[in-house]
């Protein structure tokens, strides 16, 4: 990801509940342990991105959107995959995040790519009110 993906990125998000605003993903960005990431089509156009942080051994997922078109297609999970490999490179053991209780397709991926459940956040969420499951994944062998 660079600073010229930002308001893509924005577009991308948009489509879903929560969506990030340009302010909050340069913030993440701008981190010095930031970890972002984009996938493109064909054309070079934003179809999804992604970002998270690691330090020591804990790494965090924040953000994972795709375009609805290209849902189901593999695009968050070479994003998922990739952003776990940074994470290793930077000392990574384990990776954790939250997700929409009634995100069904994002809780589905997750606990196919050997995600577990860690336990729930009760009306985490906003607009609309939602309660958050916490999964965790480890990334050594």
Known sequence: MT??????????????ASPWT?????????????CTLVA??????????????????????LKISVSSQWQKQG???ALLQELCHLFIDTG???VLLEVRSQND??????????W????VRKNYYKKPVDDAILLVRSLIE
């Open 3 to 16: 600073a010229g993906d930002f308001s893509a990125a924005v577009v991308v998000d948009a489509e879903f």
């Open 22 to 34: 340009v302010q909050q993903i340069a913030a993440e960005y701008k981190r010095e342990i930031a």
């Open 40 to 61: 493109e089509n064909t054309s070079r156009k934003i179809v999804g991105w992604c970002c998270g942080f690691c330090i020591g051994p804990d790494a965090e997922l």
């Open 75 to 77: 695009v968050a999970t």
């Open 92 to 94: 990574g053991e384990r």
């Open 105 to 114: 397709a994002a809780l589905h991926l997750y606990l196919q790519s050997g």
């Open 116 to 119: 577990k459940k860690q336990g």
